[in-house]
């Protein structure tokens, strides 16, 4: 199977673009819900929690993982593929959406100035300008943590004249750059609302669709690993916490209900 985990909802859009282009594939996703958010972390605790979560979807038959969360990409993902994977799984793959998200951004902006909003955790760790700036050192590059967005998205308040408020005053840095990244996949609920605030001028890169399109590139150029994923179209969704309102968040995060099986890490 491919596996894709994140902290919590937002990686079903990720995977929810698997889909579009690699319907054919099965899929086992997990979301760390219990311990949701990852983005306000120390680095020692994100490395743990995703290690725990990728040695799970590999016990359970997962041959490639993607890291959909951003701050697990940005904050573990070396470490797992550096130090983790050639110490336990050296056959198997690990993957993020960082590395993807960062060449989309620099093939689009016109001006060299790029924006990202992301959590605390992720802006903290500096890796969006590292990696721009690994790809193209003359970028100018604006950040912004955005606090108050995933709990707005988890409430269920995208559509409150608050958040609104909110939204203009995260973006008012940007209103320079052309590029503007959202560092964390609950953001693309607002994407509309953040292209009428940023208007026409603006490119915003979703790490979903980007990341979707880098996966099919990834098995074309590694046959070696795609000749081991099976192709039965099933798809599981586990989580590490049930709650009432699951069934609607994940709903407006995958954009259909789906059935979830509770787990422990």
Not at 73 to 94: G, K
Request: aromatic share 8%; proline share 5%; with cysteine.
């Amino acid at each position: 199977m491919i596996g894709v985990f994140d902290s919590g909802f937002g990686g079903l859009v990720v995977l929810r673009e698997f889909l579009q282009v690699l319907p054919d594939y099965d899929y086992l996703y997990l979301g760390d819900n219990a311990r949701i958010p990852y983005g306000t972390r120390s680095d020692r605790v994100v490395i743990r929690f995703t290690e725990q979560a990728v040695d799970y979807l590999f016990r359970q038959g997962c041959r490639l993982i993607v890291l959909a969360c951003h701050t697990a990409s940005a904050r573990a993902l070396r470490r797992i593929q550096q130090v983790w994977l050639p110490e336990r799984y050296p056959d198997l793959r690990v993957l993020g959406v960082l590395i993807p998200t960062v060449e989309e951004a620099v093939a689009r902006t016109r001006s060299k100035r790029i924006g990202v909003i992301a959590t605390e955790g992720t802006v903290i760790s500096q890796s969006f300008d590292l990696e721009l700036k690994k790809l193209d050192p003359e970028v100018e590059v604006v950040q912004q943590a955005c606090p108050l967005l995933v709990p707005i998205i988890e409430s269920g308040e995208q559509e409150w004249e608050g958040t609104g408020l909110i939204l203009r005053r995260y973006l008012a840095p940007f209103k320079g750059v052309d590029t503007l990244i959202l560092g964390c996949t609950h953001y693309s609920i607002l994407k509309d609302q953040i292209q009428a605030i940023l208007g026409p001028g603006h490119e915003l890169i979703c790490s979903g669709q980007v990341t979707a399109a880098k996966l099919v590139d990834y098995l074309a150029r590694h046959p070696e690993m795609e000749i081991q994923l099976s192709r039965k179209g099933t798809r599981r969704y586990l989580t590490t916490d049930l709650t009432p309102r699951f069934a609607q968040l994940a709903s407006l995060f995958m954009g259909h209900p789906l059935s979830s099986e509770l787990v422990e890490l």
